[in-house]
C-alpha cells in the first residue's frame, strides 16, 4: 500500500512539475520584442522628465532597443541629436509629453534616407517638440520616403530652429524626399521657417494638411530644387497659416499641386505677400481654391511673379487687404481664375496680367480688372459669351486710345477708329471721312472729323443719310 501510494504522488508531482515547466518556458519569452509592436516606454530606459536631465543616451537606447517608442508627460532635455529608426513609432500622449533640445544641430533626424535599406515606414505623433537654444532644425528629413508627422506641437521657443521647424531634404539631383505627411500639428514661433522644403532633389508627395502653422519664417517654404526632381504633387489643404514674417507660402517650382482651403492671414503690421510661386521657376497645373486671404499691407496676397509659364487655376477665394492687386500673374499661359471675392475697399483690383501673358480666362463676381504693360506686344483676353462691364469697370488702352488686333492679325496697336457689330444686325464704327459704301438699316457711323450736321449718320434703306 505505501508503495502505491508513493507511486501515485510521484505521477501527481510529475504533472505538476511538468506544468510549471511550461509556464516557467513560456514567461522567459520576450515581453518586449518589437515585432509584437510592443511599446518601449524612455522611463524604463533611464529617462527622466524634470526639464534638467540630459536624457539623449536613454532617448537613443529607446529608440535602438524596440520600433515603437512611448514619451509619457513630463519635459525630457536631451543635447544630442537623435537618430530615428526605419520601420519605426514615435508617439506621446499629448501636448504634455515634450522632447526639449538643448544642442545646436538638429534634434531628430533619419539620415540614412530610403535609398539605402528600403523606405523609411517612419510614424512620430502627438508629442511636443521644442527647444531652449539656437538650434538649427526640429525634425530633419533626408531623402526620406513614407514618413508621417501627426499631432505634434513644434515650437522654437523664438530661440531656435533656424532652418525651420521640420526640414525635408533631396540631397542629390537624382534623390528626393516623397511621400510625407504632415498633419493635425502646430508649429510655432521657429526663427527659420514652419516647413522647409530643399536640397537637389527637391520634394514630391507632400501633404500639409489641417495644421496651425505660425510665427516663423515663412509658414512653407520650397528652395528652387535644380536637380531631376523637382517638388512636384504638394498638397496644402485645410491649414491656417498665420503671422509668419516673411508670408504664409513661397514656393519656386510646382508641378500639379493644390492650395486650397486654407485660412491666411498676415499680422497687422506685415506687408508680406502671401502666397508666392515661382519668383525664381514657375508652376503648372496649380489648383489656388476656397482659400480666405488676410493679406493686411501686402502688395498681393497672391503673387505668380515667375519669369516662365504659370497654368492652372485660381477660383473660389476670398481677398481682404492688398495695396496693387489680390493677384498678379507675370507670366501666365493658360490661366483661369474666376470666382473670387475681393472685400469691398479690401484692394484696388482683383488682377494684374504682365504683359507676357497669354491665354488668360477672367471672370469675377465684383471689380475684375484685366490690366497689361503699355511698352510690349499685349497679351490676349479672350472672351467666352458676354463682356459685361459694370459702373466700377473699365477697358483702358494706351493713353486715350484703344489698343485692337491690326488688320493682318499680327500685332496690336492703338486704334482712334473702333468697329462695333452684333453677330447679326446694325453696326456701329467710326472714322475719318464720310461712310461710303452699302450699308444695314439701323447703323450708326460716327464721323471723327465731322462738324454741324456731318457727325452722325444713319442708315436708312440701305443708304448712309448725315443727321
Not at 292 to 304: I, T
Request: hydrophobic content about 40%.
Amino acid at each position: 500500500m505505501t508503495s502505491g501510494y508513493n507511486r501515485a504522488s510521484l505521477a501527481i508531482i510529475f504533472i505538476l512539475g511538468a506544468a510549471f515547466s511550461a509556464e516557467r518556458a513560456q514567461d522567459t519569452q520576450p515581453r518586449n520584442d518589437p515585432r509584437l509592436n510592443v511599446y518601449q516606454n524612455i522611463v524604463a530606459f533611464g529617462a527622466v522628465g524634470d526639464g534638467r536631465t540630459d536624457n539623449s543616451e536613454a532617448l537613443q537606447r529607446t529608440i535602438n532597443a524596440g520600433h515603437a517608442v512611448i514619451i509619457p508627460e513630463g519635459t525630457f532635455n536631451f543635447g544630442k541629436t537623435l537618430r530615428l529608426r526605419k520601420d519605426s513609432l514615435i508617439t506621446g500622449v499629448g501636448k504634455k509629453s515634450a522632447l526639449r533640445y538643448t544642442g545646436a544641430g538638429a534634434a531628430l533626424s533619419e539620415a540614412e534616407g530610403s535609398y539605402v535599406n528600403g523606405y523609411d515606414n517612419l510614424k512620430l505623433m502627438n508629442f511636443t517638440l521644442t527647444t531652449d537654444s539656437a538650434s538649427q532644425a526640429g525634425i530633419e528629413l533626408i531623402n526620406n520616403y513614407q514618413v508621417t508627422l501627426s499631432g505634434l506641437f513644434i515650437d522654437g521657443a523664438q530661440q531656435g530652429f533656424k532652418t525651420a521647424g521640420i526640414h525635408l531634404i533631396g540631397s542629390r539631383s537624382d534623390r528626393n524626399s516623397a511621400i510625407i505627411r504632415i498633419i493635425d500639428g502646430d508649429i510655432w514661433f521657429c526663427l527659420g521657417d514652419g516647413v522647409r522644403v530643399s536640397g537637389q532633389g527637391g520634394g514630391a508627395g507632400i501633404w500639409i494638411e489641417r495644421n496651425h502653422i505660425s510665427g516663423n519664417g515663412y509658414g512653407v517654404n520650397q528652395i528652387l530644387p535644380p536637380g531631376r526632381y523637382p517638388s512636384t504633387n504638394l498638397q496644402i489643404k485645410n491649414n491656417v497659416i498665420e503671422g509668419n514674417v516673411q508670408g504664409a507660402i513661397n514656393a519656386e517650382v510646382l508641378y500639379a499641386s493644390a492650395i486650397t482651403g486654407n485660412h491666411f492671414e498676415n499680422s497687422e503690421w506685415s506687408g508680406a505677400t502671401l502666397v508666392r510661386v515661382g519668383a525664381r521657376g514657375f508652376a503648372q497645373g496649380l489648383n489656388i481654391s476656397g482659400n480666405v486671404f488676410g493679406g493686411k499691407k501686402a502688395a498681393y496676397n497672391v503673387d505668380l511673379n515667375g519669369l516662365a509659364d504659370v497654368t492652372g487655376l485660381i477660383a473660389n477665394n476670398t481677398f481682404a487687404g492688398a495695396s496693387v492687386a489680390a493677384i498678379r500673374a507675370r507670366t501666365a499661359r493658360g490661366l483661369i481664375i474666376e470666382n473670387n471675392t475681393l472685400e469691398p475697399g479690401a484692394a484696388p483690383q482683383m488682377v494684374e496680367i504682365g504683359a507676357q501673358s497669354r491665354s488668360v480666362w477672367v471672370k469675377d463676381s465684383n471689380r475684375a480688372a484685366y490690366i497689361s504693360g503699355a511698352a510690349e506686344a499685349q497679351p490676349d483676353l479672350s472672351v467666352g459669351g458676354r463682356l459685361i462691364l459694370g459702373g466700377a469697370a473699365s477697358l483702358r488702352g494706351v493713353g486715350e486710345l484703344m489698343e485692337t488686333r491690326t488688320a493682318d492679325g499680327g500685332r496690336f496697336a492703338p486704334h482712334a477708329a473702333q468697329y462695333f457689330k452684333q453677330a447679326v444686325g446694325p453696326t456701329w464704327r467710326s472714322g475719318a471721312g464720310a461712310p461710303a459704301g452699302a450699308c444695314e438699316t439701323g447703323s450708326l457711323y460716327t464721323r471723327t472729323d465731322g462738324g454741324a450736321g456731318s457727325t452722325l449718320y444713319v442708315c436708312e434703306q440701305s443708304t448712309w443719310a448725315p443727321k
